[in-house]
């Protein structure tokens, strides 16, 4: 592929992209690589906090507790 290549759209700009990764990184490193960039969607404090709602230090000791021995 020629790097002096003009880009002259967002599909094009997108279309090389891809294939470049693809290229470069095979079809699996190119999903990773394209998944870092995923903002979500969603209000992450609100939700955090509706899931926190409620939840004592012991609670989160006691599930500690539990995850490591079943190490």
Do not use: C
């Amino acid at each position: 592929m020629n790097n002096q290549i003009m880009v002259k759209n967002m599909n094009t700009i997108r279309k090389l992209g891809i294939e470049t990764l693809n290229e470069n990184l095979g079809p699996i490193g190119m999903v990773e690589f394209i998944k870092q960039f995923d903002s979500g969607y969603g209000d992450y404090t609100k939700e955090r906090h509706n899931w926190l709602a409620g939840l004592t230090i012991e609670d989160i000791s006691t599930e500690i507790k539990k995850i490591k021995s079943t190490k």
